[in-house]
């Protein structure tokens, strides 16, 4: 049972336009949720994190929002630029749990064409 | 600063055969984890030390993985008796605590022929 998906398994968006990743989510206990960016051949590269408590945290072109009604998280990268391009990962953990080990989805492969 | 760094970056090996994989967290980081990447799969935890104990084993996918770390610091994943499906890429993580962000190594990818 995947308990954190992502739908969209691509996108692909015109450079100076806003990317927009969607995530959903299963398990209520998710308190904490991460957005990671991965290069081919390199580890996962931490981008954005928002609480449980928060319905939105900015951090320059990225925006993470959370609805936890609908147990959903999207990633709005404005304006998308072609370094951009690569596949993100949506994240959740318990972290008030004992290990705050992070539940990954599938990833998305974003492409920004110039 | 030197960020988490993993060794070997490849691997390959024989079935049958033992496998130790090592990774330096950032310096200063109490949590370390350790996640696989299988081929069309997402991450996978396997395990979390805090300092050197290690409260959380149940991602290990069998008694032939096992993982020890010391001194707080560097951390080894040991396979015995490598089957094809362990190939995968196995990514370490550290934390500054246990609820910061984690920051992940490049990876070690091993392929089980």
């Known amino acids: 049972d995947q308990q954190v998906k992502q739908n969209s398994p691509s996108l692909s968006v015109q450079e100076g336009r806003i990317s927009i990743l969607n995530c959903d989510y299963t398990n209520s206990m998710f308190d904490y949720f991460l957005w990671y960016k991965k290069y081919p051949a390199e580890g996962p590269t931490f981008l954005i994190s928002i609480s449980s408590i928060k319905d939105k945290n900015e951090d320059g072109r990225f925006t993470v929002f959370l609805n936890k009604s609908a147990k959903h998280l999207s990633l709005h990268i404005v304006p998308s630029q072609p370094g951009d391009s690569a596949v993100y990962f949506c994240a959740a953990s318990v972290r008030g749990g004992a290990t705050n080990k992070l539940i990954f989805g599938t990833g998305t492969l974003l492409a920004v064409q110039p | 600063g030197a960020g988490v760094s993993q060794s070997p970056s490849n691997k390959v090996t024989e079935k049958g055969k033992d496998v130790e994989l090592r990774c330096d967290p950032i310096?200063?980081?109490?949590?370390l984890y350790w996640y696989r990447q299988s081929l069309g799969q997402g991450l996978e935890f396997l395990i979390y030390?805090?300092?050197?104990?290690?409260?959380?084993k149940s991602g290990l996918p069998s008694d032939r993985f096992s993982a020890e770390r010391t001194g707080g610091s560097v951390s080894t994943l040991t396979i015995q008796r490598t089957q094809q499906e362990d190939s995968a890429v196995y990514l370490c993580?550290?934390?500054?605590?246990?609820?910061?962000?984690?920051?992940f190594g490049d990876g070690t990818r091993l392929s089980i022929l």
């Open positions: 030390f805090q300092g050197n104990s290690a409260p959380d």
């Open positions: 310096s200063g980081h109490t949590a």
């Open positions: 993580a550290s934390s500054l605590a246990r609820d910061s962000p984690q920051h």
